[in-house]
């Protein structure tokens, strides 16, 4: 996959006027199995632009569950003033990491093949950053033996 180039703004708006662009994207996808997704590149340009003005110089982290395309968050990073992406799991963090440098999982983990595989790998580790509510999250094997030790 090319990745597009979002530096550069937007310019107008049609993506707010979909009979000026629906005919042209239905017969485009005319021919692919369900499910597909389509994203208009002027609206992608916008809203990133849009978001780094809203941010006033803090930079943003992008949420891949807003954005399920690793191309699309790659090509959203290369704009400077965004850093690093938020992901859902930590199995998702760990493809993110592939090609990503800043990947935070947002919610604890029990998924322990891919714990297991983020200490395998110190290129992973370097590049995935979780996170716990308690320490005895972080301690599974531990949680609720009241005889463990601190």
């Known amino acids: 996959m090319t990745l597009p180039d979002l530096s550069a703004p937007a310019t107008g708006t049609p993506w707010l006027r979909p009979e000026s662009y629906w005919p042209a994207l239905t017969e485009a996808t005319r021919q692919?199995?369900?499910p597909i997704a389509a994203l208009h590149l002027g609206a992608l340009r916008h809203n990133t632009h849009d978001m780094l003005r809203r941010?006033?110089?803090?930079?943003?982290?992008?949420?891949?569950?807003?954005?399920?395309?690793?191309?699309?968050?790659?090509?959203?990073?290369a704009v400077p003033?965004?850093?690093?992406?938020?992901?859902y799991t930590l199995a998702e963090a760990l493809w993110l990491a592939e090609s990503i440098e800043d990947v935070v999982v947002g919610y604890p983990s029990?998924?322990?093949?891919?714990?297991?595989?983020?200490?395998?790998?110190a290129l992973l580790a370097s590049r995935v950053t979780l996170m716990v509510d308690s320490l005895a999250q972080a301690r599974p094997d531990r949680r609720g033996d009241p005889a463990a030790p601190a």
Do not use: F, N, Q
């Open 32 to 34: 692919l199995d369900t």
């Open 55 to 77: 941010a006033g110089g803090t930079p943003i982290r992008v949420a891949s569950k807003s954005i399920r395309v690793r191309g699309v968050l790659e090509a959203i990073l």
């Open 110 to 121: 029990v998924d322990r093949a891919a714990i297991a595989a983020l200490c395998r790998s």
């Open 81 to 87: 003033g965004y850093r690093g992406v938020l992901a």
